[in-house]
């Protein structure tokens, strides 16, 4: 009982710093851009925890549990994702007037790439909404196990999208603020306990696996997500609502630190399970085993309420971006058929539709959305920093980062370690192709900002 109250409350507090404090909002400019006035302590908590998300948690943590202390190489993406991040993209993209990333490709390169990156962030952001979902979903089935996984994912993706509704970013950012604080205390609590009675011989049964974890392949996840998260809309959608570009900057220097940090200790308190005996089936499942079995009452009730907000923090700032960008499309053809509310209502009702259709594997079908996202790599560095680059230098790169991309998977396949060659193979190509593309068809006017 002191579990289920406190894990209430817990949601009872989410739901007040989204609904109670302020007025609904209604413009673009406050639904969509929490109207540009986000302080540096607000920004960086909303961007820890929009990458302190509950699949990459689970998918991390897996990785602790099979290979030990080698997995640390993993939340490595992070931090150098985001201080890339904060030296190429941060500024740029909060002086930009914008209401999505998508924006940037329709002003500087034209309709035809604004649209296609639209659609290419859009399908990749469904991806990662229904992983969200999938995630989540796993870690709730073993605590209500009468109910079906349909039923269950409709209840949470329910309960997210409630969180969000009345006043969009501005409640994404409120309720990332109390959740920050949550985290920030009960990590380094289950980091204790999970550290805590390590049996000095472990069973070699249960020995780790680093083998598991090609460091290649740890070095690919790094460059994806240091070449990807320049063009992350939810993160996008966050920088815009920077009250100044310098307050952007330093949030993302601050937020790389802290999620390095916390993911970290999350790695390390599965790798420490496993080293105390815990044979589990399923390696995704470390840290809610730790919460079941490891934490006393209370604490637990309060581990399963952050790891609702980990994933709901997450998936309503995505649901959020998306609005955003269907909202700036809309508004180029001069037609707004749907509110913005609507919109993030049949948002959310897709992202469910694909978790319960297309999400097995979490931490690779996460991986596997970032192909179009890569692909716009090139197009974005050199739109924000590079004068001369050109319309179709721009789309050239684009499309050959797609095809690699796909290229790869189909032939090696996730077993293959399919990320090591679209990585290391897809960086040249797509930098290579886009600054050759930009030479040999110039723009016939310098004037495209």
């Known amino acids: 009982m002191l579990d289920i109250t406190i894990f209430c409350a817990y949601l009872l507090l989410l739901l007040l710093a989204a609904w109670w404090k302020g007025k609904a909002q209604d413009s673009n400019s406050g639904f969509l851009l929490g109207n540009k006035a986000t302080g540096l302590a607000a920004l960086t908590a909303t961007l820890v925890m929009a990458e302190l998300n509950m ?9 602790g549990y099979i290979a030990g202390m080698k997995a640390l190489l993993l939340p490595f993406a992070f931090l150098i994702g985001l201080l890339f991040y904060s030296l190429t993209a941060a500024k740029p993209w909060q002086r930009l007037n914008a209401l999505s990333v998508s924006d940037l490709f329709h002003q500087k390169y034209g309709s ?7 659609v290419f962030l859009f399908l990749a952001m469904l991806g990662f909404g229904a992983t969200y979902i999938k995630s989540l979903t796993v870690i709730f089935q073993p605590l209500l196990p009468q109910f079906p996984s349909y039923a269950l994912s409709i209840c949470l993706s329910a309960s997210v999208l409630l969180l969000c509704i009345r006043s969009g970013l501005l409640s994404v950012i409120r309720v990332d603020g109390v959740s920050f604080i949550a985290a920030l205390i009960f990590i380094p609590i289950l980091f204790y306990f999970s550290a805590s009675d390590i049996p000095s ?20 996840i790094i460059l994806l997500t240091t070449f990807t998260y320049i063009a992350s809309p939810w993160y996008g959608q966050r920088i815009f609502s920077a009250r100044s570009p310098r307050i952007a900057s330093t949030a993302v220097v601050l937020a790389a630190i802290i999620v390095f940090v916390l993911y970290g200790a999350m790695v390390l308190s599965a790798a420490y399970l496993r080293q105390q005996g815990a044979a589990l089936n399923e390696p995704e499942m470390s840290i809610p085993y730790l919460v079941q079995y490891h934490l006393p009452d209370g604490l637990r009730g309060w581990g399963y309420g952050l790891f609702f907000a980990l994933a ?69 560095l050199a739109g924000f920093h590079w004068s001369i680059v050109s319309r179709w230098g721009a ?55």
């Open 55 to 63: 699949s990459t948690l689970l998918g991390f943590s897996s990785m």
């Open 112 to 118: 035809f790439l604004g649209a296609t990156a639209s």
């Open 201 to 220: 011989l472990m069973p070699s049964s249960l020995a780790y696996a680093p083998e598991n974890l090609p460091t290649s392949y740890a070095f690919s």
């Open 312 to 380: 709901a923090t997450t998936l309503s700032g995505l649901w959020t971006a998306m609005t955003a960008m269907l909202r700036s499309e809309f508004e180029r053809f001069q037609t707004s058929v749907f509110s913005n509310r609507q919109l993030l209502f049949f948002i959310a009702l897709l992202s469910w539709i694909l978790a319960e259709l297309l999400v097995d594997s979490i931490l690779r079908k996460l991986i596997l959305a970032n192909i179009p996202v890569y692909a716009l790599s090139f197009s974005i």
């Open 395 to 449: 789309t050239i790169s684009t499309f050959v980062g797609l095809l690699w991309g796909i290229a790869c998977y189909i032939y090696f396949g996730e077993e293959g370690f399919y990320t090591l060659y679209w990585a290391f193979g897809g960086l040249p190509l797509i930098f290579g192709s886009g600054i050759v593309g930009s030479l040999v068809f110039p723009d016939a006017r310098a004037d495209i900002e």
